[in-house]
């Protein structure tokens, strides 16, 4: 039953299928095997997929991030992250990744933040003379922070599949987020002086002052979204709805830079993206009830630990495995599909399932730039013009740096655990 899952779920995928539709024939392919074909029963799984509270978040958190987008804030943003670095030699770089962290404390999607941030940096970095390939790989590489700083649509995710906290697994999330910023910019600093970028003029306190007023409400959105979670004021649920009605009086009513007729193309947006993931998500549970009927968590399982009891030696298996499926699977349906598999393992070696959760994000976000189906890496090239070839190559040193993060977080487990701790 193993073979049967592996084979059809990813034959399929490389016939072109989309997610989705190879999760639910992969469902029919393992009842045929199972002589239990009812398609009564994969409707109720896809059902009992989707009907969950906590999923609200999804839309709520798209819906906050496209309105700011549209209104300018991501632009404000910029600035006052200019205002911060941008007078370090390779400045705009430096601005790529702050800017991208900040905004990440918004939408909580790494496609969200990278065409935010990139539709803003790009046309600045061209003119003013950056290697376009570099840039662009760095705004790639920026740009899946988003779904590691809180909020995050996939810990979400991860959080109703796994039955874990998802506030705690926010938290989670903050220090590998910011490391991944540091170990960004760490690598950043070694291309801006092989490049010769100059340095520009330090602005002086007052100028980054008023770059702080102007972005001031759009900084604090994500003090509003995490302050009221932590303090336990409202969920990540009630967390989102609030953002989207902040998003919406900041845009329209304090910077009027949000007009009537973008509000459609912005609903419309947020309803396609929201339509995906959960019906993905649906198709993912029918899978997971088959799967596990199938017994196919026990099989993987044991192969596992056939190998190893080890805890350290399972985490480095799970982690070269997550890293190869990140290659050729979205993080949304691999979250899905290997969370409920996967969990049985490292809790049985006793790996705390919010820390697991945490790896398992942080790990599928590099699979989101690296081809042949990064679509982080996708929409970055797309919104530079450049050759996907030639910025695959100069993102090998932003991968490595996110890879050496992931292990570092992987066997520092504090790194992960002392914010949720904290809270307790």
């Known amino acids: 039953m193993l073979a049967v899952f592996l084979i059809s779920l990813f034959g399929l995928l490389l016939l072109g299928l989309p ?15 199972l002589n239990t074909l009812s398609f009564e029963i994969i409707a109720q799984s896809m059902m009992r997929g989707i009907d969950n509270f906590p999923l609200l978040a999804i839309p709520f958190f798209m819906l906050a991030g496209e309105i700011m987008n549209a209104g300018g ?6 600035s006052f992250a200019k205002s911060l670095v941008g007078f370090l030699a390779g400045g705009l770089g ?48 920026a740009g899946t922070i988003g779904p590691v700083i809180p909020p995050s649509i996939p810990m ?25 910023g540091l170990g960004l910019m760490f690598v950043w600093y070694f291309i801006s002086k092989k490049e010769g970028y100059k340095a520009s003029e330090r602005i002086s306190l007052i100028q980054v002052w008023c770059s702080f007023k102007e972005a001031f409400w759009a900084l604090l959105l994500p003090v509003i979204i995490l302050g009221g979670i932590l303090a336990g004021i409202y969920t990540p649920t009630e967390a989102a709805v609030i953002a989207v ?32 993931v959960l019906f993905v998500c649906g198709a993912a549970t ?38 190869l499926v990140g290659m050729v699977m979205d993080l949304t349906p691999a979250l899905l599909i290997l ?24 790990n599928l976000c590099i699979g989101l730039i690296t081809p042949p189906v990064g679509t982080v890496l996708f929409t970055a090239c797309g919104l ?30 504090s790194l992960v655990m002392f914010i949720p701790q904290l809270s307790r």
């Open 19 to 33: 997610v989705g539709f190879t999760l639910i024939l992969t469902s029919v392919i393992m009842m045929l095997s």
């Open 73 to 78: 804030l991501s632009g404000r943003i910029v």
């Open 94 to 141: 430096y601005v790529a990744v702050v800017a991208s962290m900040i905004f990440a404390g918004i939408s909580g999607s790494a496609i969200a933040d990278t065409s935010a941030i990139g539709s803003v940096l790009l046309p600045i970095m061209k003119e003013e003379k950056y290697d376009m390939n570099k840039s662009t790989a760095l705004i790639a590489a």
């Open 156 to 180: 979400i995710l991860y959080g109703v599949v796994a039955g874990e906290s998802i506030v705690k697994l926010f938290l989670g999330g903050v220090i590998p987020g910011i490391l991944i």
């Open 245 to 276: 009605v902040y998003a919406l009086l900041v845009s329209g009513l304090i910077y009027r830079s949000l007009r009537l007729n973008q509000l459609l193309p912005i609903m419309v947006s947020t309803v396609r993206g929201t339509a995906m």
């Open 286 to 323: 029918a899978a997971g009830y088959l799967m596990t009927v199938a017994q196919v968590p026990k099989m993987l399982a044991g192969l596992l630990l056939s190998i190893s009891n080890n805890r350290y030696v399972i985490l480095f298996l799970v982690n070269i495995l997550l890293l």
């Open 339 to 362: 969370a409920p598999i996967l969990l049985p393992v490292v809790t049985h070696v006793g790996v705390d399932p919010l820390f697991f959760g945490v790896i398992m994000v942080v």
């Open 384 to 413: 530079s013009k450049q050759k996907l070839s030639e910025v695959v190559r100069e993102l090998m040193p932003f991968i490595a740096i996110m890879v050496a993060v992931l292990f570092l977080i992987t066997y520092i487990p």
